[in-house]
């Protein structure tokens, strides 16, 4: 078991950057991988990055790559978010989740999820 919580949500206009954090609770967190998912309104949930459980390996949708940096810090328990050149399709709920299986940019979400933070881009 997980429980994750996220935080750095915000209003940013477009070309703008924020840093997501996720912070895990338990002593398994290095024993997942790890990633970020978001839900814009209307639409279907959807995969936006993961990290293997070293922090060696990451993985992006292509709607990201190249903008966005996912990465992690297992002595703190905290996996992040680095979202950069912001555009308003980027608005959403970011999630974070543990325990996500895949490759490539084909990933499926695992069991435990944060409550999510809203991230608004204006344009």
């Known amino acids: 078991q997980v429980q994750l919580v996220e935080s750095g949500g915000g209003l940013v206009q477009a070309g703008g950057s924020l840093r997501l954090s996720c912070a895990a609770s338990g002593r398994t967190f290095s024993s997942y991988f790890m990633g970020w998912f978001r839900q814009a309104p209307g639409k279907e949930r959807e995969f936006v990055a993961a990290?293997?459980?070293?922090?060696?390996?990451?993985y992006y949708a292509d709607s990201v790559k190249g903008r966005f940096t996912i990465s992690r810090d297992n002595a703190k328990n905290t996996v992040y978010l680095q979202m950069n050149s912001l555009k308003p399709e980027d608005t959403a709920v970011y999630y974070c989740?543990?325990?996500?299986?895949?490759?490539?940019?084909?990933?499926?979400?695992?069991?435990?999820w944060g409550q999510g933070t809203q991230v608004t881009v204006s344009s």
């Open positions: 989740n543990a325990d996500l299986y895949g490759s490539g940019s084909s990933w499926y979400s695992g069991d435990f």
């Open positions: 990290i293997n459980r070293s922090g060696g390996i990451t």
